[in-house]
Nanobody, 124 residues
């Protein structure tokens, strides 16, 4: 069956770095764009970053641009989110998701499969 399993979350000090990973299985990984979303306590889930099917194109939310880098390895069915210069407002549960459609279409309805999320806590 389809599985997306995130890992790499944890507690980090403001200004620090974390690298999230997402292992995909049960579907043709290279046929899907892969995105990272996040949901902070009391807030709606929001788009963070997306990478195209072959990994050549990326897009980021303005709030993470220049600090986060999304990448993928189609040979390993993995997608990553390198997060640098973390801020307290980056604290959230981070979800990876697989989707179809143009890269700029980042509404949740464009994403078919979702992981269970990994918690990121940023201390100030």
């Amino acid at each position: 069956q389809v599985q997306l399993v995130e890992s790499g979350g944890g507690l980090v000090q403001a200004g620090g770095s974390l690298k999230l990973s997402c292992a995909a299985s049960g579907f043709t990984f290279a046929n899907y764009k892969m995105g990272w979303f996040r949901q902070a306590p009391g807030k709606e889930r929001e788009f963070a970053a997306v990478v195209s099917r072959q990994g050549s194109l990326t897009e980021y939310a303005d709030s993470v641009k220049g600090r986060f880098t999304i990448s993928r390895d189609n040979a390993k069915n993995m997608v990553y989110l390198q997060m640098n210069s973390l801020k307290p407002e980056d604290a959230a549960v981070y979800y990876c998701a697989s989707g179809k459609g143009a890269l700029w279409m980042n509404g949740e309805e464009k994403y078919e499969y979702w992981g269970q999320g990994t918690q990121v806590v940023v201390s100030s």
